[in-house]
C-alpha cells in the first residue's frame, strides 16, 4: 500500500467514483457498485462525496435517489472505534453483561489494581495477563453472547453511537487494490469469531483495550486510559476468509 493518509485515501475513492457511469467502472468497483445498488443500470450515473462529520460512514455514494455511507479502512491495526470508558460500561450495563464481567472488565482496563484508574502501580498489558489470564478468559465468554456480539457490531462498526443510519459496507485497501464486505457480512464474520480464543479481550474479530496504557505517566496521554479503543486487526484476512467460504459454499451448491 501507499504511504497516503486515510483521509487522503478517502478522497481518491471520491475522486474516481464521482461523476462516472456504472458502465464506466472497471470490474473490482463494478462488483462492488452492482451489489450495492442491484437495481441500477449500467447507464446511471454515480455522484460520490467525503463526508466531514465524525460517524462510521467516510463516504456516501449515492445513484438517482439511492444513497450509501461507505466506510473506509488501509494500513494495520486498524481502529474502528473510541469512546469513554462510562460510555461502554453503559453500553455493557444496557447489554445485560453480568456486575462480576463488568468490574474485571474495568480491572483489565486500568492494570493498576483498581476498578476507577487510581490504583498505585500501573502494569502492561502482557504483565496483566501473566496474573490473571483466567479472568479475561471470563470476559470473552460473556463477549461471546451473540445477541451482544451484534450490538457491538452495530455500535463499534456499522452504525456507531449517535448516527440514524447504518453503513452499507465497509472497504480496506486503496483504488487499485481492496476488498470490500457489506454491512450483513460484516454481522456474519464477526459472529463466525465469537468462539475463537485471544489473550486479550475481544468482541468476536475486535480486540477491545484501552486507547493507552499510559505507564510513563505521560500527562499527554493520561485521558486516553479512561478511553476504550475497539480494533479489527485483520480486516483484509478475515473479509478475504469469508469471501472464499462464500464461494466454496456456492460452488457446492452448484455440484449437488
Wanted: hydrophobic share 30%.
Amino acid at each position: 500500500m501507499t504511504n497516503i493518509s486515510g483521509k487522503e485515501n478517502e478522497y481518491e475513492f471520491v475522486k474516481y467514483l464521482n461523476g462516472k457511469k456504472i458502465s464506466e467502472l472497471n470490474p473490482m468497483f463494478r462488483g462492488f457498485i452492482d451489489k450495492l445498488f442491484p437495481n441500477e443500470t449500467k447507464n446511471s450515473t454515480i455522484k460520490c462525496w467525503k463526508n466531514h462529520y465524525k460517524e462510521k460512514a467516510d463516504i456516501f455514494i449515492k445513484i438517482n435517489g439511492s444513497m450509501k455511507g461507505i466506510s473506509i479502512k488501509k494500513g494495520i491495526k486498524n481502529s474502528v472505534h473510541v469512546e469513554r470508558i462510562s460510555d461502554f460500561i453503559h453500553f455493557l450495563i444496557e447489554n445485560k453483561v453480568d456486575r462480576e464481567v463488568v468490574l474485571e472488565y474495568l480491572k483489565y482496563q486500568y492494570a493498576d489494581g483498581s476498578t476507577n484508574g487510581k490504583g498505585n502501580k500501573r502494569i502492561s498489558a502482557e504483565e496483566y495477563k501473566k496474573e490473571n489470564q483466567h479472568n479475561i478468559d471470563k470476559i470473552n465468554h460473556a463477549f461471546r453472547n451473540e445477541k451482544l456480539l451484534k450490538s457491538a457490531t452495530t455500535r463499534f462498526i456499522t452504525k456507531g453511537k449517535n448516527s440514524n443510519y447504518y453503513i452499507s459496507a465497509i472497504i480496506y485497501g486503496e483504488v487499485n487494490d481492496f476488498v470490500w464486505a457489506t454491512r450483513e457480512e460484516i454481522e456474519k464474520i464477526m459472529l463466525s469469531k465469537k468462539d475463537i480464543y485471544s489473550s486479550a479481550v475481544h468482541f468476536g474479530a475486535m480486540t477491545c483495550q484501552p486507547k493507552n496504557r499510559c505507564l510513563n505517566y505521560n500527562p499527554l496521554y493520561e485521558k486516553d486510559r479512561y478511553c476504550v479503543q475497539i480494533k479489527w486487526y485483520n480486516i483484509f484476512d478475515d473479509i478475504i476468509e469469508y469471501m472464499n467460504k462464500t464461494v466454496d459454499k456456492e460452488f457446492r451448491k452448484q455440484e449437488v
